[in-house]
């Protein structure tokens, strides 16, 4: 048992399957001087519309905001590339002073010309509103002069949490929806949505539903496109992967719409054929959909069965923590590890709902310790009790797994490889096992010791 | 609003696009992992201190603290001192630190906290308690570059903990390195120990953001400039101060310290090339009353050596060079010597002051043969290069799509390096880290020309 310290404030949303009641507290704003993995409302936002490629994305404020979002997703398109700019108002002194208006337009007009994108995105960060910029009137005046939709993104860092982030993201787009042509859209056509297409996984998981006879009208954001978007209410069927993005797009197209939606992951084999036959079952009156479906089933994990058989057998019994953005995330994971063989004792998330945390309850195995926004400390805490093997996070939590001498897979966006679909199960394999077996862990510690913490000697001095 | 805003010329208000710097609080959070047992909080929203976690993280590939006061709306319209102070109440119940640096953010900066006051209420409060130091240092993003959050973080360190007192007198210097490598500051400390002269390296993140595995949990990673040597600064025998740059600015530690303490501060280049580190040396030979040990006699001649060697590779050879101003002017001193022309010299950095330097070195080439932009981002540096088509890149990690889109080949130096594994122990400065620049360079101009060649020739 570690003695990090924990917060007291901190102890509602650390739980211990079997130490009932279960009342995690979840959905609130950081605590202040915690070290949250978490970032902001901006970060939120960021993330959701930062794929769609053809689009301008102005970040308006100081330049920190853009300078740490420069090109750093691995979310791929398959033509322009836009979303891998970073553009920013640069709001300086002066700025700050006599307001940041005259900047934006002035900025807006410029890169519109230059760049001629489909739709601007202006985010507005911290400060926007505090010096008085009326960020929506600069937009409309900027659409009116270059006839494209200019739509302003609510993202200012400290208003609420990153989900508050995906919100002003989904409502930002939600002005795009019904704009375009939905002539020619078949019947039996879906949205993706809360897919980014990290490493090209969008491009495999609509090769699936095409072969399955499904027209994709648009993906929400992977390899995304304006047009795309604005015609996108005419798909019959919403299907919300990271739900936690994308449910509020999915419920208001719903509710203006009527396109009914349903939640899917593509992570794992048993995840992803899920997905896969939820979309089949809904076009049930074409059976030739599910045959179909079937069909492609059978065939994709027949092509991965044999090597993820062989890599469960050198992983089973391994011991994984995983800390991720998004709950749903965690669920599939949790799958997919098991199918490996891995037992998961951490399980964690940055956003997720009491809902989600219930149901992350009921999956785990006894005495798995359930985190809501934690910290680096209670992650290194709870990865050094349970000497877990293995951490499954993002760029913050991996030198905290190699520090503490266990291997890491990266399962956020910065990553380069697809681990969505059943190919991407078998790179989520390969990696798993290339990090636990790597020769390198024979030189470090086998479970570090934290005892000198409870000593009073937490820093040598 | 209209018809105000449109009389303006667009020129005047472009964006930045790809930006060739970052935003002050980084550099003032880099400074206080460069102390020991210290935590950065930044005054403000939570993604600044998340968003440069992660930033650091990529480069140094170490863990990164870095703490936040986590403003929520009612925080923007009340002011940020309540959670400023249980920030630091949380910070000290999980860290137990032996300094907290406190930067600010655009965001408390424009809402107009008095974070000064906060911190005397809070240590009011707390008066019974074990509390850190706490620092306070001003940086909001709106203000200047990542390196001008770096200096003031430096300087209000050394403001806020140097007492005056009977501090036995050790004979030590101060060093402010500025914004290097963590190789290069272990470098620092070797010449130092070497040459006998106790010291205060501020800040020394040597060992925090590039330390060894660990056996034992480490709730602040070991390392950096003990608190105890910092408040000696003021008895120091010397200072010494890196950057031309800097020594232009009304002010630094060096300056503060002179001022206040009258201690003699030794303001010098980037030690890069022979002249620059040869400058350096002179001074530590004064300050020891030592002369240079002959290792470094040993480093000298076999650079010396090279350079002679490797010079037809070198000459005439056209390089664009961008980074923060001390990092291009102490490159371009050692390009001078080597016959590399620097066609190039740009930086997000504005202090005004990077054209004259670079005159200085090149006093004829300039505006000829030499364009030198400040304030600039990768799309001013990218339409230079395209222009001027020069052999090699030379500066950070973010140049890298741009070299790639030309097909210019290109040398990693500086920050941020996110692309490559050795970002920490790159070493830049002395005899010793100009060899290793000059290595690098001549390899890969000969790498480019036997790559290029039909011939493929193995004999260069």
New interface residues.
């Given amino acids: 048992m570690?003695n990090?310290?924990?917060?007291k404030?901190r102890e509602s949303q650390i739980f211990r399957k079997g130490k009932e009641p279960f009342n995690m507290t979840c959905g609130k704003?950081?605590?202040?001087?915690?070290?949250?993995?978490?970032?902001?409302?901006?970060?939120g936002s960021r993330v959701v519309l930062y794929p769609i490629a053809d689009a301008l994305h102005?970040i308006h404020?100081?330049?920190?905001?853009?300078?740490?979002?420069?090109?750093i997703r691995g979310a791929l398109s398959s033509g322009p590339e836009l979303h891998?700019?970073?553009?920013?108002?640069?709001?300086?002194?002066k700025?700050?002073i006599f307001g940041g208006?005259?900047?934006l337009?002035?900025?807006l007009?410029?890169?519109i010309s230059q760049y001629a994108p489909k739709a601007a995105f202006v985010y507005s960060?911290?400060?926007v509103g505090?010096?008085g910029d009326?960020v929506g009137?600069?937009c409309k005046?900027v659409g009116e002069k270059t006839g494209i939709p200019v739509l302003p993104v609510h993202s200012e860092?400290?208003?609420?949490t990153k989900k508050d982030g995906y919100k002003a993201a989904c409502n930002a787009m939600f002005s795009l929806i019904g704009k375009g042509d939905v002539s020619g859209i078949s019947a039996k056509s879906i949205n993706i949505l809360g897919e980014f297409n990290i490493g090209g996984e969008a491009w495999m998981i609509k090769s699936y539903y095409q072969k399955m006879g499904i027209e994709v009208v648009s993906v929400m954001t992977g390899d995304g496109r304006v047009d795309d978007i604005r015609r996108s209410h005419g798909a019959s069927l919403n299907v919300v992967q990271c739900s936690g993005s994308m449910t509020h797009l999915a419920e208001k197209m719903k509710e203006v719409f009527g396109i009914p939606y349903i939640r899917v992951s593509y992570f794992g084999l048993e995840d992803t054929s899920k997905a896969l036959y939820d979309v089949a079952a809904y076009f049930a009156d074409d059976p030739q959909i599910m045959e179909s479906t079937k069909e492609i089933v059978r065939n994709e994990i027949q092509a991965v069965a044999a090597e993820l058989q062989q890599i469960k057998k050198r992983v089973q019994g391994k011991r994984a923590a995983i800390y991720v953005g998004g709950a749903f995330k965690a669920f599939s994971l949790i799958k997919a590890l098991r199918y490996l063989g891995i037992k998961v004792v951490l399980a964690g998330s940055q956003t997720g709902l009491q809902a989600d945390y219930k149901i992350l309850k009921e999956m785990c195995d006894e005495d798995t310790i359930i985190l809501d926004d934690a910290n680096?400390?209670e992650l290194?805490k709870y990865v050094?009790e349970k000497k877990a093997d293995l951490f499954i996070g993002g760029?913050?939590e991996?030198?905290?797994a190699?520090?503490?001498?266990i291997g890491f897979c990266d399962h956020n966006h910065e990553r380069k490889i697809p681990l969505a679909g059943y190919l991407g199960m078998l790179n989520f394999a390969r990696e798993v096992y290339q990090t636990i077996s790597s020769p390198v862990w024979q030189?470090?510690?086998k479970y570090?010791?934290?005892?000198?913490?409870g000593e009073g000697s937490?820093?040598?001095? | 609003m209209k018809s105000m805003i449109e009389q303006r010329s667009a020129k005047e208000y472009t964006a930045t696009k790809n930006a060739c710097k970052l935003c002050a609080p980084l550099g003032a959070s880099l400074v206080f992992k460069g102390i020991e047992g210290a935590i950065p909080l930044l005054h403000g929203s939570q993604g600044c201190s998340t968003y440069i976690r992660r930033y650091l993280i990529s480069h140094f590939k170490e863990p990164v603290d870095i703490a936040c006061s986590n403003f929520a709306e009612e925080t923007a319209i009340f002011g940020g001192g309540m959670n400023l102070k249980i920030a630091l109440q949380n910070i000290h119940q999980q860290y137990d630190p032996s300094l907290v640096g406190i930067a600010t953010t655009c965001l408390s900066e424009t809402i107009g906290d008095d974070v000064p006051m906060f911190l005397r209420e809070y240590a009011e409060q707390h008066r019974n308690e074990k509390t850190a130091p706490l620092v306070h240092v001003s940086t909001p993003s709106y203000q200047g570059t990542h390196m001008q959050g770096f200096h003031n973080a430096v300087l209000a360190t050394v403001k806020s903990v140097t007492t005056t007192g009977n501090f036995s007198n050790i004979g030590h210097v101060n060093i402010f390195p500025g914004m290097v490598s963590p190789a290069d500051l272990r470098y620092l400390k070797e010449i130092l120990t070497d040459f006998q002269i106790p010291y205060m390296m501020l800040p020394d993140y040597s060992k925090t953001l590039d330390g060894s595995i660990w056996s034992e949990y480490q709730l602040i990673p070991e390392g950096g400039t003990t608190v105890e040597m910092i408040r000696c600064s003021g008895n120091a025998a010397g200072s010494l101060e890196f950057g031309r740059i800097l020594s232009r600015e009304k002010q630094s530690a060096g300056k503060w310290l002179r001022e206040k303490f009258h201690v003699d501060c030794h303001h010098l280049g980037l030690p890069i090339g022979i002249n620059e580190t040869d400058r350096f040396f002179q001074v530590l030979e004064i300050l020891s009353g030592r002369p240079t040990p002959d290792k470094y006699r040993e480093e000298r001649g076999r650079l010396i050596d090279s350079y002679v060697d490797g010079h037809k590779h070198m000459i005439a050879a056209k390089v664009a060079l961008y980074g923060e101003e001390d990092l291009v002017v102490g490159m371009a001193a050692f390009f001078s010597e080597i016959g590399i022309q620097p066609v190039l010299c740009a930086s997000g950095d504005h202090s005004g002051y990077l054209k004259e330097e670079i005159a200085r070195l090149f006093p004829s080439d300039l505006d000829q043969s030499i364009r030198v932009m400040d304030n600039a981002d990768f799309m001013d540096i990218e339409s230079a290069v395209q222009d001027i088509k020069p052999d090699l890149i030379v500066g950070n990690s973010k140049g890298f799509a741009m070299a790639r889109r030309l097909g210019i080949p290109m040398v990693r130096i500086g920050f941020p390096i996110h692309d490559r594994v050795d970002a920490s122990r790159k070493l830049h400065l002395g005899y010793r880290g100009t060899q290793q620049l000059f290595d690098r360079i001549a390899n890969k101009l000969i790498e480019y020309r036997q790559a290029s060649s039909t011939v493929g020739y193995t004999y260069m």
Avoid at chain 1, 29 to 43: D, H, P, T, W
């Fill in positions: 570690s990090i310290p924990l917060l404030e704003q950081s605590l202040a001087g915690s070290v949250s993995q978490r970032a902001c409302v901006f970060c102005l404020g100081p330049i920190g905001c853009a300078a740490y979002t420069w090109d891998r700019m970073s553009f920013s108002t640069d709001l300086r002194e700025d700050v208006e005259k900047k337009y002035h900025a007009i410029d890169l960060t911290c400060i505090i010096i009326d009137a600069v005046a860092g400290f208003k609420g680096s400390l290194s050094l760029v913050k991996r030198p905290i190699f520090k503490l001498g030189f470090t510690p570090l010791s934290s005892s000198r913490i937490m820093v040598v001095r």
